[in-house]
C-alpha cells in the first residue's frame, strides 16, 4: 500500500502537505521487480515517472562510437545508481520525448510506484499548488544532474 509516509521521502515532493501527498499516493500504481528486469529503455517512447520504493537500480546510456565507415555499440555505460525514495522517468512528466537511459534493477528485487503522466497532468489542472511544487523541484533535480554530468565530462 502506498503511504503518504513513503511519498515524504521522495525529494520533488518534499514540499507537499500530508493532504497533497495522498492525491498522489491516489495516482501511484505499485510495480514488483526483479533482479536485471529493464524497466526504462533508453530511447523508447515515455509516459511514466517511476520511484523506488525499495531496492536499487543502475541508469545507463548505450556507448557509441562512429566512424566513417562504422557505427559499432560497445557496450552501456553506468551513470547512477539509485535507492530508495529515488524517481527515474522524470523527463516523462516534461516533455514525453524518448527516454534518455536505460533503467536496470540491480537489487534481488524491487518495489517501485509509477505515476502515469497523464494522471499527473490531471491532478496538477485540479490542484496547481502541486504541480507548481513538483516542477519547481523537479527543474532543481534536473538542474543539479545536467551540471554533475557536464562537470564529469571536463
Not at 20 to 38: G, M, N
Request: charged share 25%.
Amino acid at each position: 500500500m502506498i503511504t503518504t509516509d513513503s511519498l515524504k521521502r521522495v525529494e520533488i515532493l518534499s514540499d507537499l502537505t500530508n493532504d497533497q501527498l495522498a492525491r498522489v499516493a491516489a495516482i501511484c500504481q505499485e510495480k514488483t521487480c526483479e533482479k536485471d528486469d529493464i524497466i526504462v529503455k533508453e530511447l523508447e517512447p515515455s509516459d511514466e515517472i517511476y520511484i523506488i520504493h525499495t531496492g536499487t537500480a543502475q541508469v545507463s546510456i548505450a556507448e557509441t562510437s562512429v566512424t566513417a565507415e562504422t557505427l559499432a555499440a560497445s557496450g552501456p555505460t553506468a551513470l547512477i545508481s539509485l535507492g530508495q525514495g529515488q524517481i527515474f522517468g522524470e523527463m516523462a512528466l516534461i516533455d514525453m520525448g524518448p527516454r534518455s537511459a536505460t533503467v536496470r534493477i540491480t537489487s534481488p528485487k524491487a518495489d517501485l510506484y509509477v505515476i502515469r503522466r497523464d494522471d499527473f497532468v490531471e491532478l496538477c489542472e485540479t490542484d496547481t499548488d502541486i504541480g507548481y511544487k513538483v516542477m519547481r523541484n523537479l527543474a532543481a533535480d534536473l538542474s543539479f544532474k545536467l551540471r554533475h554530468r557536464n562537470l564529469s565530462w571536463k
